[in-house]
């Protein structure tokens, strides 16, 4: 089995460590060994490891190691790729055995996503690089998914939707079909997008509008 370490020790990264169990459950693959974290101290442990240390001990990990990035803000998750320069870290997909493809020979992803229980995907859906879908999400048709995106539990992406990068989108969040979504935009719960959004903004309610706070 090949050694694996979640970054972030918080809530999603228990989820995830919980998730990597399920996995292995059905083929064995990971041995997980701890949790990077920078806002926990070294040496702590919750129920599924401990934490060996932040940026500086994942830089200077001596072997090679898959890390999976459990934290839901996007901007973090973008800013962390940058700042980890080892080239002993990879990247994999860490998916759900229970993912639903429609035709999986028309769909790609690229590393780094994390695809929760009970997703599923429909045919020509392209997945880029470090997305959370975290749980029951559905994602249409001739979808487009760009990197660093986190739909929380439930969100539904209708078909012809293009997502690009940053953006959050809250519990049971849905996006209508062929909407654009660009970049650092927040979903809230609940959420429903009948139209194009706006970078960097926050839309709430349903329909969605943009508020501000």
């Not at 970054?7 to 990971?30: D, H, M, Q, S």
């Not at 062929?178 to 959004?197: C, E, H, K, P, Y």
Request: one cysteine or more; aromatic letters at 8%; hydrophobic letters at 40%.
């Amino acid at each position: 089995m090949k050694d694996i370490a979640i970054y972030g020790a918080g809530g999603f990264g228990r989820e995830v460590a919980c998730l990597i169990r399920i996995i292995n459950e059905k083929t064995p693959e990971w041995d997980l060994v701890g949790f990077f974290d920078d806002g926990i101290e070294k040496g702590s442990r919750n129920e599924y490891g401990a934490v060996l240390g932040g940026i500086s001990e994942v830089n200077n990990y001596p072997k090679e190691l898959a890390v999976a990035i459990a934290i839901a803000n996007p901007k973090i998750v973008s800013k962390l790729v940058k700042n980890i320069e080892n080239p002993n870290v990879k990247y994999p997909n860490i998916i759900a055995p229970d993912l639903i493809y429609l035709d999986k020979t028309h769909v790609t992803l690229g590393r780094g996503n994390i695809i929760g229980l009970k997703c599923s995907l429909s045919c020509n859906v392209k997945i880029g690089d470090f997305n959370i879908l975290n749980g029951s999400v559905s994602i249409g048709h001739d979808s487009i998914i760009g990197n660093f995106n986190s739909l929380m539990t439930s969100v539904i992406i209708s078909g012809e939707v293009i997502i690009n990068d940053r953006n959050f989108f809250g519990v049971g969040a849905i996006v209508l079909q062929q909407i654009r979504i660009g970049n650092d935009t927040t979903v809230g719960a609940n959420s429903l997008i009948l139209r194009r959004t706006k970078d960097g903004m926050t839309y709430v309610g349903n329909p969605a509008s943009i508020i501000n706070y």
